[in-house]
Structure formats: structure tokens, C-alpha cells
């Protein structure tokens, strides 16, 4: 299924009326790490990122927006999957998915050189039993392009590890390129875990988007990177790609 395309007065929408709440992730080469954003002043990529690299993770990591730990947009993140969420977490959250997929759905197609056949989102960790489906899972639903595969996520854990056993591929993908959509980026174990058991299914290519990156400004170099970089309005044109232009 391509990705419908979404109206410019939506986008006007969810930059006028939720872009004071969220802001824009940016790659800024020497503060920010140069594989999901979070500032890193200094070094060219976080520990969790640098401590992935050497396995087959995702080839590229996207993330619309930061969750910033105390404001509201850290909020909007974790309200939008409660089982009785109120309605503007769950709005803000689909139109920040949709903008991303649809807004920069060239770019995605332009980094791979390919759109994906599949899309996937995590599960939650570790597997519970009944599972309700994920609120981000039924966003995606309506929105992500190809078909959807199926990840299934395993009932004992640690949590917080990168580890390929963490979730199987409901069939093989050999060769193929998979999207893979998750809400919050925190270490990125679960999103690269979920990326490893992707590869290991034979899949070529593997993006993984987030909605948000979650950054504490408890960190010194967080602090530093949101007092030197002033709040501005959500920018949907700025791309979850690149955390700038769109590519070429
Ligand atoms: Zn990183
Ligand atoms: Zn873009």
C-alpha cells in the first residue's frame, strides 16, 4: 500500500496548533550523535549507537521530533498507548507518524533506492500474554507503505539489550528492504534488536523511523544542546532523516 498523501492543511495543522510542544530532531555535526540525534558534544556518536555498530543493525535510523524527559512532549509519548488516552497525544502522535511517512516519503525511497515491501513495528518487551494491539501498530495500520510484517517479541528478556532472540520475523524477507516504525528511541535496544531479527529473516535493507527521540536534560551535553539551540516551532518540512534537509 503506497502512503496517502497528506494535505498541506493537515501539515499547517500540526505545525500551528501542536508545533510549540515538539520540536524538530537535528544532526549537528560535533553535538549530536550521527545515528539517532541525541547530543553528544564532542564525539560522533552516543554510547548505546557506538556500542551497536559493530552488529548488522539498521542501516539508517530516522526520528521525527524529541521527547524531552519533564516536558510535554515526553508526556505525549507515553499518554498516547495508555488504554484511555487523551485524544490529543493520540492525534499529535498519528500526525507526526503520517507527516514523516508521507512528507518524506522520497527521501526514505531515495536513501534505499527502493520503497520498502514491508513495514514493522516493535512490540513491546517482553511479550505479554493477551496483548492488547499497540496503539502505534494500529496508527501504522492506515498509514505505513507495503505490507505488513510481523514481529513477534519473546516472553523472557533483559531489557535495555541489544539481542537479535529478542523478536523472530513471522516468515522470511530475503532481500527485501523493511521499514521498521517505534514510538520513542531511548537506547535504541529494542528498535536495533527488533532490526537484527530483520536481517537475520535475510532482509537487505532496514530503516528504522521513531516518532520521538527521548533525550533527559539531566545530561550535560542535553542541557547544553537545548540552551544553545532555542525552542522553535515544529518544522514538518525538516526531515526525519537527515535531522536537516532533505537529501538530494
Ligand atoms: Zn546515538
Ligand atoms: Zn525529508
Redesign the pocket.
Known sequence: MPVPAIPDHVRHMLADTYGGTVRNTAYVVGET?D??F?PVYGYT??R??SAHAGQPVADRVGAAVYAVEGEQSHYMMRLYKQPHPDSDSKFVVSLLLWNALSTHEDCLNRLTGRPPRFWATVPSLPAKPAQRQHPLNMIAQAIAPGEQLQLIAQPTVAPRTLNADHYRSEHPVPGEHVLIIDDTWTT?AHAQSAALAVRAAGAEQILVLNIARYIKPSFTATKKFLASHPRRDLDPMQCCWTGGRCPD
Open positions: 550523535c545515528v539517532c541525541t556518536r552516543c548505546p549507537c535504541g
